[in-house]
């Protein structure tokens, strides 16, 4: 499937990217070499794949190591970027069609440890705590959403 301005493909699960005007090719590898489904955002400049291990890939067009699009069990068939450029949009073998907001800064996995416990405080309900029976020392606690006081119950 090919996608956004310029052109962009995936072939044989390696994306090449197709300069048009310079008649250049060369191949973003920051983003592996089994990729089913690549698209690009409408600005030319972020680009999303999809891959058959579930774990897609987002990021700069140059080859910047990208975030990793966690979720989805087995292969992700499609992926899709919001004309405005706020979302990706992903659907897999697993029958499921996963939502993420288009990522700032640097990705998770190449982050300082304080720096993704910061994070992961800010984004979502999730906690890390100190656990000494835990391997690590370490667990992670599922708790409200930030800002209630109880979760609902529907």
Do not use: K, M
Not at 69 to 77: E, M, S, T
């Amino acid at each position: 499937r090919v996608s956004g301005p310029g052109t962009f493909a995936a072939q044989g699960g390696v994306v090449r990217i197709y300069d048009l005007v310079g008649g250049e090719v060369r191949e973003l590898t920051s983003h592996g070499s089994r990729v089913v489904d690549v698209v690009v955002a409408a600005d030319g400049g972020f680009v999303a794949t999809g891959p058959p291990d579930g774990a897609g890939r987002s990021g700069p067009l140059n080859g910047e190591e990208p975030h990793l699009l966690l979720g989805h069990r087995g292969i992700v068939h499609a992926v899709a970027i919001d004309p405005l450029g706020r979302w990706i949009a992903a659907g897999g073998a697993d029958t499921t069609v996963r939502l993420w907001p288009i990522p700032e800064g640097r990705p998770f996995h190449t982050l300082p440890r304080a720096e993704v416990l910061a994070r992961l405080r800010s984004l979502t309900n999730y906690r890390v705590v100190v656990d000494a029976s835990s391997p690590d020392g370490y667990r992670l606690e599922i708790g409200p959403p930030g800002g209630w006081e109880t979760v609902p119950v529907w």
